[in-house]
């Protein structure tokens, strides 16, 4: 805080004090001792009813923070689980197949348990399924899932089992409409809870205390003020008391220190409360009354103690009670989950500073809720029905979002066999960024391209900064690698913050990198799978259904456009021999090699596949005959060239027959295109092989080879 801004509360500071010795000095000393011990008792008195409602907030706050951590955090992870069961391989091994897939996602809340409900109950938890209050109704709860889980986030509840209080999750699993059981997360209320919720508390409210009780009973050890607690030992007397009244708030006395107590219930999916958290915190304890000492002067100075009441009233509730109820109201709106809403509280030093503390812990929960929000928007992007290149681009805007910065790229070369790879950019000015330039760079883009690894620079040294570094603007980094189960993929890069880095930010890059390097292996395992799906194992031409469907497409085309369609069918010559003579490995290395020479002989545009055994087809959408003709007869030159080499030194030489149709031109549809072209092709077997035939217009084959 500057001098600027101090100087004025330095001089409120002044101005109280002052107005209050005026006021003791103006009086005789009766006055004084009367107004003192008057305004000291209301003071005292509003400090206590204060500190009872500062406990009552702090316990809401208790549980907030509990709830956070437990209930919400499981019901989270539960929608984000549920939207994932589906498309998990082995969905219906139950809970341990769910397990195994929570365990891939790195943003698993370690101490959670997962279960799975189905029509045999809980299945993949140690947890009975009888010992959890309310699991008959879990799909009764479950019924208001979907709505929360639509947002990204999900609502949870409390139960007790096997003595243990959980923070509970649950969401519906789905596939096609149809339901397949309840994803059941389990978070336990433990130590670690709530010493978090201590920890937090304690930045607002120093050596407070948090401790679960259930049944008058500590459910966990703890601390009681000063007075440490065994699990399962009966609380206090006064404790109890204060537990068990209308309002859950009071004074009492643990270990010989005055305490405020409050109490707030964890409660299950129907309201009942479950336990109960104690917050404990230090109280000021309200002094004797010092009223009796103005009775003698009272009637002689009845106008001056008035006035000075009124005086000493006024500024303590300038000062004092109002921002203390505004700082309380504070307290209400965060338990609320306001987190939002800032804290602006002038008052007295104490209280001031009171507010401050506060303040930066609603910015910390804030953080952290917005950094929780985000890795579950980011997670259910790329775990959605868009496209992988539109969600990786959606995950770079919000991952700039939360890390306040100004430049993002994702940057994952070509994998092999597919090709597949994505350079995906945000924020980076001037022209596209391409492979060839970040591979040529000798700067820090370079180095991460050829070699990803991890990176946090602040600010680039002259060496990180080549050309293409300089072009764009960058001037700090911080990179994750992209780690495939083999080998690195590629780099995510978040550049140009409007801010230092903090080590959350690595936290959140690592797991945004987990993620995206899930999403692109599984695009990439579905590339694979849909090439095994429409390609000959053997050539690596496409094969038979494809030819079918792809022919069929064309047809269509050629149709609506008028625009002529040729079809190749071609067959080795004497391929049985060859089988014969030497063998169905030499007859494999054959059609690779004619499936090769083919691929390397036609055009781009024109498509081969394999048609079966030894026969190959070539389809030329808008493709005359001559210029059909053309290719057959370069296909044909280039075949009988090739020879195949065997082991024994020996080589064995090829040649191919063709036969070849042109839609509209030759045929009148598009049925009996593959058997026109069969036609075509005995034919050319008739003729003596090793030529090429065409169907003229009229289905008569006509020779156009030239060997």
Known sequence: MTSQSSAPRRARRASFSFQFALMLVGVWLATALAVGGVAWYETQHARSQQMLQSGSGAARLGISLVRMETATASADFACE?????????????????????????????????????????????????????????????????????????????????????????????????????????????????????????????????????????????????????????????????????????????????????????????QGSPVATLVVVQSSVLVGPSAVELAIPLALAVTAVLLLGMVLLLLLTERYLNRPLRRLNQAVQRLGQNAYADPVNIDGAEEVTRLAANFEIMRRQLRRQLLLATGRTVIASTLTGNVPLEQALAQVLASLMNLLEADMAMILLPPQPPSGQGFLITNGVPGPALEWAELEASNGILGQLVRSPQFLSRSHLAPDDRGALESRIGLRDCLAEPLKGPAQDLGVLIVANHRRPYREEDRALCKTVADQVVAAVAKSLQLAATQREATTDAMTGLYNYRFLISYLDQQVNVAERANTPLSVLMLDLDHFKVIN????????????????????????????????????????????????????????????????????????????????????????????????????????????????????????????????
């Open 81 to 269: 689980l549920a939207g994932l069961a589906p498309t998990a391989a082995g969905f219906t091994g139950g809970g341990q197949a769910l397990a195994a897939l929570a365990k891939a996602d790195t943003a698993t809340v370690h101490g959670q348990e997962l279960l799975f409900v189905d029509g045999s109950g809980l299945v993949g938890s140690p947890v009975p399924a009888t010992s959890i209050p309310g699991v008959a109704g879990l799909a009764a709860v479950a019924r208001a899932a979907p709505a929360s889980c639509a947002s990204g986030r999900g609502s949870g509840f409390f139960a007790a089992a096997a003595g243990t209080i959980y923070g509970v999750g649950v969401a519906p699993v789905a596939e096609g409409g149809h339901p397949l059981g309840l994803v059941v997360v389990l978070t336990p209320v433990s130590t670690a809870t709530l010493n978090f919720a201590a920890g937090l508390l304690g930045s607002s409210w120093p050596n407070s205390t948090v401790l679960l009780a259930v049944g008058g009973q500590a459910s966990l050890a703890g601390q009681l003020g000063a007075l440490r607690q065994p699990a399962g030992a009966p609380l206090p007397v006064a404790v109890r008391s204060i537990l068990h009244s209308r309002q859950q708030v009071g004074d009492a006395t643990l270990a010989g220190v005055q305490y405020t107590v409050a109490g707030q219930g964890l409660t299950d999916d």
């Open 580 to 707: 014969d003579s030497f063998g169905h490995p030499v007859g494999d290395r054959v059609l690779r090699a004619v499936a090769a020479q083919m691929l390397d002989t036609i055009r781009k545009s024109d498509l081969a596949a394999r048609y079966g055994g030894e026969e190959f087809v070539v389809v030329m959408s808008n493709t005359s005959s001559e210029d059909a003709a053309v290719v057959a007869e370069k296909i044909r030159v280039a075949v009988e060239g090739l020879t195949v080499a065997l082991e024994d030194g020996g080589a064995v030489r090829l040649t191919v027959s063709l036969g070849g149709v042109t839609f509209p031109e030759g045929t009148k549809g598009a049925r009996n295109l593959l058997d026109l072209a069969d036609r075509a092709l005995y034919a050319a077997k008739r003729g003596g092989r090793n030529r090429v035939e065409f169907l003229d217009p009229k289905g008569v084959a006509e020779s156009t080879s030239r060997g």
